[in-house]
């Protein structure tokens, strides 16, 4: 309808998007919060609520903090391997006499952004029981593919 205020960012070839948004959030919500915003900042809420409408949709409880809380916890596992990596090539350089400038080839890592305050919710592993331990989308890697009553997306 003209001077609807959801036309603009829900497009009638998508109605899984504002179906998730009322459902997660409620239409009349969304409009207040919508009517709040100057024009130049609703389609990127459009967008935020949208994504996390998804998340709640696949994992109820958990929604994005559990996406983020995952990545938090593959950083964590990667910057060990890394640390890993780079002492044995400190250890290689070392023990084989080279040049002391191999100690300057091993990379150093560049310090990640203020995180935000972690959360650590309980996972369930694909192939577990019940479902493949909450995701925020087909791209991520723990959605292995899967919704949470383990069809096929």
Not at 58 to 65: A, L, M, N, Q
Not at 66 to 78: D, E, N, P
Not at 136 to 143: E, R, S, Y
Request: hydrophobic content about 35%.
């Amino acid at each position: 309808m003209p001077g609807c205020i959801f036309a603009p960012y829900f497009p009638p070839e998508e109605p899984h998007k504002f179906a998730n948004v009322h459902k997660i959030f409620g239409a009349s919500n969304v409009t207040k919060l919508l009517n709040e915003l100057l024009p130049h900042q609703r389609e990127d809420a459009v967008n935020s609520l949208a994504y996390e409408a998804e998340a709640r949709v696949r994992d109820p409880v958990y929604g994005c903090v559990g996406a983020i809380s995952y990545l938090q916890r593959q950083v964590h596992r990667l910057q060990k391997e890394l640390d890993a990596a780079n002492a044995d090539l400190v250890h290689y350089g070392l023990s084989t006499s080279t040049p002391s400038n191999v100690v300057d080839l091993v990379f150093q890592p560049q310090p990640l952004p203020q995180q935000p305050q972690q959360v650590n919710p309980v996972y369930r592993l694909p192939g577990a029981s019940r479902g493949t331990g909450g995701s925020c989308g087909t791209f991520l890697p723990w959605n292995n593919g899967h919704n949470q009553q383990g069809g096929n997306m």
